[in-house]
């Protein structure tokens, strides 16, 4: 049996999604519950030189929105960048997973070859689909999930594996 690029993209982009969504959640919680100022808990960094929560949660849902589209061939939807709550933070998630529900099989199936270009901050990068989608966005999707993760951990709410690894 083969595995369609349709079926090594999107399902795994919802799966992480919805990981990343019970996380914050439960991030959210403790921090509530710990009397933490959420928008402190959004601007924690793990190290100074890193992006802070919020922006976090931005990458993810971009590496999986542009994602999506870029391999169906169609220029992705924008969003802002304008997140300050919690809330808008879930709102961002939700309307990333109606994005990427949007897109059907056909649309991606057959983009191993497809080429993608995109803009980063070292110039332009070009990639055959399946390179793009194995070396560019699963793994940078699972850092910015992980590091998500890893800043809630820290702050001290109290997560494991089976929080990040979501339902099978």
Do not use: W
């Not at 519950?33 to 959420?38: C, G, M, N, R």
């Not at 993810?60 to 169906?72: E, I, P, S, V």
């Not at 809330?87 to 099989?105: C, G, T």
């Not at 699972?142 to 979501?166: P, Q, S, W």
Request: with cysteine.
């Amino acid at each position: 049996m083969t595995l369609s690029m349709y079926q090594a993209s999107v399902p795994v982009f919802l799966r992480a999604l919805s990981n990343l969504t019970h996380v914050l959640k439960k991030g959210e919680a403790h921090a509530k519950t710990k009397d933490v100022a959420l928008d402190v808990l959004l601007q924690t960094r793990l190290i100074p030189d890193m992006l802070p929560l919020v922006r976090q949660v931005q990458i993810a849902t971009d590496m999986t929105k542009n994602g999506t589209a870029r391999l169906a061939g169609v220029e992705p939807l924008k969003f802002e960048d304008t997140e300050t709550s919690f809330e808008q933070l879930h709102a961002r998630i939700e309307r990333a997973v109606d994005y990427i529900k949007s897109f059907k099989p056909d649309q991606i199936d057959g983009s191993e070859g497809r080429t993608v270009t995109i803009k980063t901050r070292n110039g332009e990068q070009s990639f055959e689909g399946q390179a793009y989608l194995l070396h560019y966005v699963l793994p940078n999707l699972f850092f910015h999930c992980t590091t998500t993760y890893n800043i809630l951990r820290v702050a001290g709410a109290e997560l494991g594996k089976a929080d990040y690894m979501g339902k099978a």
